[in-house]
């Protein structure tokens, strides 16, 4: 029997958040997302220029009694958030112990609980060098059990790449909402091609950093080790000294540091998760204080 992936105490925790985007809920579906829309809705909201094709039912005629210039009524309605959780379950996420799969699906589950209590469209996607598997469109509080089984399902392995995985899933149209992609990164081509074909969509993205204590450490200082590469099985051998240490170290905080800095450039959120971090730490605390969950 497999061990829940995440408790019943944590689950019931969890029901009092909701994920945060910086896109306005497009959903089509009622959902507990507040959006502005025209014609009649829950409560006035603003007002804005009339464009072509706008229903005329909308037009406030006062206002262009006073002032000659068409605007339209928008009103706050209940809308549901598309979300899209990628997982990458490339060869690479299978490193430490927790592995850094193991910890990034247990993320994604607690995020698409969160979507479901909240009545949005949660999608998963399982990403390594394309599409490995997907759930579309699950909605509705009674998806989390559908959802966690589909990720336990889920074995790591193959190579990264986000850019082929992205231009295969966003081949058709899909709607505007939030994405947050769960990774440790290590894309051979690297972040940014994948990266740049979500800015070029126009979306809203939280990018989830998985980071493995062993990613900081190659080995003891003054050792000869063989590094076998966990996607291609290509094989380095090194001397480990403490300058090779310092300078490992040194490109991997740049590495980290150019993600933090592309996603601030964007908008976007970036969060950095060590794997030797409980769950509850991440989602409750860490993604609470980026202002990622309310």
């Known amino acids: 029997m497999q061990t829940p ?3 019943h105490d944590f689950l019931r925790r969890l029901d009092r958040l909701r994920l945060a985007s910086n896109e306005p809920a497009r959903g089509h579906l009622k959902g507990l997302h507040r959006a502005n829309r025209t014609g009649p809705g829950m409560e006035f909201a ?3 220029p009339y464009a ?3 229903d005329l039912k909308s037009v406030d005629w006062r206002a ?3 002032l000659e210039k068409l605007f339209v009524k928008l009103f706050v309605e209940e809308a549901d958030l598309p979300i899209y959780i990628f997982l990458d379950t490339s060869a690479s996420m299978g490193v430490g112990s927790p592995s850094k799969f193991e910890f990034g699906r247990k993320t994604a589950a607690a995020l698409a609980h969160i979507g479901f209590v909240n009545m949005d469209r949660v999608n998963l996607i399982a990403v390594a060098e394309g599409i490995v598997q997907e759930r579309s469109g699950l909605r509705g509080k009674n998806q989390s059990w559908p959802a966690f089984e589909f990720l336990q399902r889920l074995e790591c392995g193959g190579k990264t790449s986000f850019e082929a995985a992205f231009k295969r899933y ?3 149209p899909r709607a505007k909402g939030l994405i947050v992609v769960i990774s440790d990164y290590l894309d051979p081509a690297g972040f940014e091609p994948g990266l740049r074909m979500l800015r070029n969509l126009r979306q809203d993205v939280l990018a989830l950093q998985v980071i493995s204590p062993s990613d900081f450490e190659l080995a003891a200082v003054d050792s000869e080790v063989v590094l076998v590469d966990a996607e291609d099985a ?3 051998r090194l001397h480990i000294t403490a300058a090779l240490m310092q300078a490992y ?4 905080d740049a590495h980290c540091a150019a993600i933090s800095a592309y ?3 964007n908008g976007w959120g970036h969060v950095r998760a060590m794997t030797d971090m409980q769950i509850e730490a991440l989602v409750l605390h860490a993604l609470r204080k980026e202002g990622l969950l309310r």
Do not use: N
């Open 234 to 236: 290509g094989e380095s």
């Open 52 to 54: 072509s094709g706008d």
């Open 5 to 7: 992936l995440l408790s």
């Open 46 to 48: 603003d007002f804005r």
């Open 64 to 66: 262009y009694q006073r």
């Open 170 to 172: 966003f081949a058709v």
């Open 263 to 265: 996603c601030d450039k």
């Open 249 to 252: 170290r040194q490109e991997f």
